[in-house]
């Protein structure tokens, strides 16, 4: 049988012990330092990927429910013997 994991105890990865927590007002400061990483999308790539999106949507709706349809048939015509679906 192999061995388990061993598991480190000490300092985590921001080399801070793990039940550390960090202040609000620190957390809010990296917080805002992360969006002003962000590379906002254009509003012309905006468009795009709305489009994109809710083309994708469309088209998943429209095969589960040609799925529902054709399944719940056959559910009915398995369990009602009928003919006439």
Do not use: H
């Amino acid at each position: 049988m192999a061995d388990a994991p061993t598991v480190r105890k000490g300092k985590g990865s921001s080399g801070r012990p793990p039940s550390e927590r960090t202040g609000l007002v620190t957390f809010y400061r990296q917080v805002i330092a992360e969006l002003r990483k962000v590379i906002w999308p254009t509003r012309d790539q905006l468009t795009n990927y709305f489009f994109i999106v809710m083309a994708f949507v469309l088209v998943m709706i429209a095969l589960v429910s040609l799925l529902d349809l054709g399944l719940g048939k056959l559910a009915f015509k398995i369990f009602t013997g009928a003919d006439d679906v």
